[in-house]
Nanobody, 113 residues
Framework: QVQLVESGGGLVQPGGSLRLSCGASGIISSSFAMGWYRQAPGKQREFVGI??????RIADSVKGRFTISRDNAKNTVSLQMNSLKPEDTAVYYCYGRQTRDYWGQGTQVTVSS
């Protein structure tokens, strides 16, 4: 069993930056993929980015503004979000995959002036 816990959400003005972090605990294999999804009000949950081994993939909607990084020794994944826009407002969920999907509880990110 794996548990994911996010931190770092909050309120930020347009053009600002936030950094989200997610820690994984439990039985973590070397093939454990970690990443982020988000869900805006009234919309479906959407893919933001994922990292597994040496591979990283970022959604086109955030490419150039968001960066995923991972610390394998600490089983953490971070999402650095720059040049934030009001349309980035959403609940951001940490995601993990290891024979099944795992989800964190979510952290609210609000981009507003």
């Amino acid at each position: 069993q794996v548990q994911l816990v996010e931190s770092g959400g909050g309120l930020v003005q347009p053009g600002g930056s936030l950094r989200l972090s997610c820690g994984a605990s439990g039985i973590i294999s070397s093939s454990f993929a970690m990443g982020w999804y988000r869900q805006a009000p009234g919309k479906q949950r959407e893919f933001v980015g994922i990292t597994s081994g040496a591979s990283t993939r970022i959604a086109d909607s955030v490419k150039g503004r968001f960066t995923i990084s991972r610390d394998n020794a600490k089983n953490t994944v971070s999402l650095q979000m720059n040049s934030l826009k009001p349309e980035d407002t959403a609940v951001y969920y940490c995601y993990g995959r290891q024979t099944r999907d795992y989800w964190g509880q979510g952290t609210q990110v609000t981009v507003s002036s």
